[in-house]
């Protein structure tokens, strides 16, 4: 297997009075065919994570190898030609189009940056790419107001597909969609990896996404992983982290008969400020120590491919 | 179950019109629901389907081109829509409170939590400021915010979102309204956030007997906390009933097709 | 099936907007009176019924009607025919100054919002120095040092105008730049100068248009008063700023002088504004 994305101690710190570690230390790998799914709550750092290894950011420091070629701090210029390996899908699903433009040609731009064709190959290859997302290629000729939220959706998996990348990059690929259509774009995105060969890293906030994409998970906290887990079955009953387990408990079971959220008891509440230092959930933990207080907990191998940082 | 005529939110038949440049748009169609004091009835359907525009229209907060057409709100056994604007304004607040999806925009940033909790404290009530200030922190304490009294000097932006929201939920409170109107309180939250802020919504309704009209389009969210449904669609109210019944035994294709759909 | 399909092809938000601004009446009766008065510059020598520059003393001061269907000046020149030679250099001047503007204003303005930084620091402190300069301060002092003339005058207001379009670029490049799609093209590989042009540009034109479109007017109406105050065009070129200023004597006596032009220059600012207001009111992004 390939490793495709390998981080050492990425870093990347906001401000200069007051310093937001954004993303703190994080060592992380996505081999090939191993979807990744990156989870963490607002103002984790998931985001910036995945901003900086696409490029779209230069981390303060540490090392990011993509397809085992150091990226980190390259100009634009260098990382162009990788990024035909490396597509990006956004959250927002409109905004993502420039509205001047049909959705076959903004498909076609992103073609026509890496690949040089004939006029009707490229027209080929858009319709193929509509295909491949479920959509009807004559949809290339509207505009992105003319979709709904789910086929911009669909569309911008296609442009990010029209490369065929090894590695596609989900910025919170269905938090804008209505419910309804969550599955099904959830389902077409494992569709597409089972087919075509492509691994994602997915970074979302809603812990019930994976198992539908990933094989993998990692839980972020304050720019922090706290726990890598491979396997995404019944990740709720074998998760070891303290916010881990408080995540899981937090998600809502759809089952008036099996309430748990209002019967749970009270925790502490979010806090204001990062802590100085040693483990970022040191202020919610019940199981919080004195060491706990002091070191950051490393990255321990409790059982294979699933690594816990904390003490307890 | 049986209630009192005055102890209920009762819309009948609603149908509220907007009028639009590409012409007459039927945004809510003949909807009926029903909210009662102590408990808790979700409105769930899809962006588009009307809901938000439904509670607008108890509040009497349609934008200038929407109408109701039809149907009758009547609350506490007074039809609402005899009043006028200035009576129905008049309720906002002390009848019907509010709270938004977003709460960083439905508080001022230019003012501290406290100038804003007494202030409509005072609207309502003839308090003195420092009688306002009381009451605001023992609403503060009771939606769970620590350190109330450093709160009250801080200005929303200072806040996380879970904490504006839990400010949102204890101005509102402050007033003790009869009903509660909650237009997707949790969706912008994270999901430990989201667990504490319903948790807040539902001791509210039982231990303050408030009738709550929850509006949102997560059915693992309405499976939690809420015990009448009503399921919206295009307008239209296509299937209500108790939540066990909604969730257990769904008539409407649509509300099969939703339930199918949670992941 | 594939001609079909052309014309069902969907119109953008951009061709829709524009068929809409273009459709409200307001633009409609600006472009008419601007495009009549285009035409009457260009074809000038064809329409005007006398030589503009040609003194007759007999025939000064005559009353419309006749040969010279406006009448004549203090000094006997048919005032139809130098109103007429007149849209020439108004127009002509103005166009000029606000193609130099744009061209200069605009990249000024993109590369400034596009990359911001310390680039666009220095670029906009750049732009202060020009826009605190008094346009009637810069034509006094190049009219003292190279001359009054109507080249000079050009150059005067260039030299002030640029910065205003260069503010006004860059502020639509950041808003632009503040896009998701920004983002979306920058991971689909583009390159700057593809995303400069192909989507900034294009996206912000429409705004552009519209402000300079209105900026016409004021520009014609600036060139006049210069004109009239002896910094810019001079006499006995029949440029309406100096037909006004030429016929002040005459104005207790013989007010149509001053009257005539007057209103010529009104519906022409009159015509450009409505015109670019229109064009505002349908561009304008209300997304």
Not at chain 2, 13 to 20: E, Y
Not at chain 2, 53 to 63: E, I, K, N, R
Not at chain 3, 37 to 45: C, E, G, K, N, R
Request: glycine share 8%.
């Amino acid at each position: 297997m390939q490793t495709l994305i390998q981080t050492e101690g990425l870093k990347k710190y906001y401000g200069k009075k007051h310093v937001v570690r954004a993303v703190d230390d994080v060592s992380l790998q996505i081999m090939q065919g191993r979807s990744l799914a990156l989870i963490g709550e607002s103002g984790s750092g998931k985001t910036t994570f995945a901003r900086l290894i696409g490029g779209l950011e230069k981390p303060s420091a540490g090392k990011v190898r993509f397809l085992g070629q150091e990226i980190q701090g390259t100009g634009e210029k260098t990382f162009r030609p990788l990024r035909k390996d490396m597509q990006i899908v956004f959250q927002s699903s409109g905004g993502v189009f420039d509205p001047g433009y049909t959705i076959g040609e903004s498909i076609v731009e992103v073609l026509r940056n890496y690949e040089k064709l004939p006029r009707a190959a490229y027209e080929e290859r858009v319709d193929e790419a509509l295909r491949r997302v479920g959509l009807d290629p004559e949809l290339k000729n509207r505009y992105v107001t003319q979709l709904s939220g789910g086929q911009c959706q669909r569309a911008n998996i296609a442009r990010a597909l029209v490369l065929r990348p090894k590695l596609v990059i989900c910025d919170e690929p269905v938090s804008s969609l209505d419910y309804s259509i969550r599955k099904q774009i959830l389902n077409l995105l494992n569709e597409i990896q089972e087919k075509y060969d492509v691994t994602y890293l997915l970074i979302t906030h809603d812990l019930s996404n994976v198992p539908y994409v990933c094989k993998a998970v990692a839980i972020m906290y304050q720019g922090r992983i706290l726990e890598y887990m491979e396997g995404t079955t019944a990740i709720g009953e074998r998760v070891m982290h303290p916010y881990s387990k408080l995540l899981y408990r937090s998600i809502p079971a759809a089952d008036p008969r099996r309430r748990r959220l209002l019967l749970d008891e009270p925790e502490q509440t979010e806090e204001l400020h990062a802590v100085p230092k040693g483990c970022p959930f040191q202020n919610r933990c019940v199981s919080c120590t004195d060491r706990c207080r002091e070191t950051m907990p490393p990255m321990v191998e409790r059982e294979p491919g699933h690594q816990v940082a904390c003490y307890c | 179950m049986d209630y009192r005529q005055t102890d209920e939110l009762s819309i009948e038949n609603l149908c509220v019109d907007f009028d639009t440049p590409e012409g007459i748009v039927h945004a809510v169609r003949d909807v009926s629901l029903k909210v009662h004091k102590g408990r808790i009835t979700a409105l769930v359907g899809e962006s588009g389907s009307g809901k938000s525009v439904t509670s607008l229209a108890v509040m009497s907060l349609l934008a200038r081109n929407g109408s109701i057409n039809n149907g009758k709100i009547i609350c506490n056994g007074t039809d609402l829509l005899a009043l006028s604007v200035k009576e129905r304004h008049a309720l906002n607040g002390r009848t019907f409170g509010m709270i938004f999806q977003d709460p960083g925009a439905a508080l001022d940033p230019l003012f501290t939590v406290e100038q804003q909790m007494t202030e409509g404290l005072r609207e309502h009530q003839r308090i003195s400021r420092q009688e306002a200030r009381e009451l605001s922190i023992r609403y503060l304490k009771a939606v769970n915010l620590q350190e109330p009294e450093s709160l009250l000097k801080k200005r929303p932006f200072e806040l996380s979102g879970g904490m504006c929201q839990r400010v949102m939920i204890a101005m509102t409170m402050a007033l003790q309204p009869d009903y509660l109107i909650a237009d997707e309180p949790t969706t912008a939250l994270d999901v430990t956030v989201q667990k504490q802020i319903l948790r807040q919504i539902y001791q509210l309704c039982r231990e303050q007997e408030i009738g709550i009209l929850f509006i949102t389009h997560d059915l693992g969210v309405v499976a939690e906390i809420a015990d009448e449904v009503a399921i919206m669609q295009a307008g239209q109210i296509v299937e209500n009933g108790d939540v066990l019944q909604i969730f257990e035994h769904p008539q409407h294709a649509y509300t099969k097709q939703l339930l199918n759909a949670v992941l | 099936m594939s001609r079909k399909e052309k014309k069902v092809k969907a119109l953008s938000q951009g061709r829709i907007r524009w068929a809409k601004a273009l459709r409200s009446p307001k633009t409609r009766i600006g472009l008419v009176i601007s495009i009549l008065f285009i035409l009457i510059a260009v074809l000038a020598p064809l329409i005007s019924p006398n030589d503009p520059l040609l003194v007759s003393v007999i025939d000064k001061l005559e009353a419309p009607g006749g040969q010279f269907p406006l009448g004549t000046d203090q000094l006997g020149r048919c005032i139809l025919s130098r109103l007429i030679w007149g849209s020439r250099y108004s127009l002509s001047y103005s166009f000029i100054v606000l193609g130099i503007t744009l061209l200069i204003g605009v990249p000024i303005g993109l590369v400034s919002g596009y990359v911001g930084g310390r680039a666009d620091t220095i670029l906009m402190r750049i732009i202060d120095i020009f826009m605190a300069m008094p346009s009637f301060v810069v034509a006094l002092a190049i009219a003292g040092t190279l001359g009054a003339s109507g080249r000079n005058l050009v150059l005067a207001m260039s030299l002030v105008y640029w910065a205003e379009y260069a503010r006004l670029t860059r502020a639509l490049t950041l808003q632009v730049k503040g896009q998701n799609y920004m983002m979306a093209l920058k991971a689909g590989g583009c390159s700057h100068g593809r995303i400069l042009l192909r989507h900034v540009l294009k996206n912000i034109a429409p705004s552009i248009i519209a402000l300079a479109t209105m900026e016409i007017g004021s520009i014609i109406l600036a060139i006049a008063g210069f004109s009239f105050i002896g910094l810019g065009v001079q006499a006995p070129t029949p440029e309406w700023g100096i037909m006004l200023s030429d016929s002040r004597e005459y104005f207790q006596t013989f007010p149509r002088l001053m009257i005539i032009p007057g209103i010529v220059i009104v519906i022409v600012v009159l015509a450009f504004n409505l015109v670019g207001e229109g064009l505002q009111d349908g561009l304008s992004t209300d997304r």
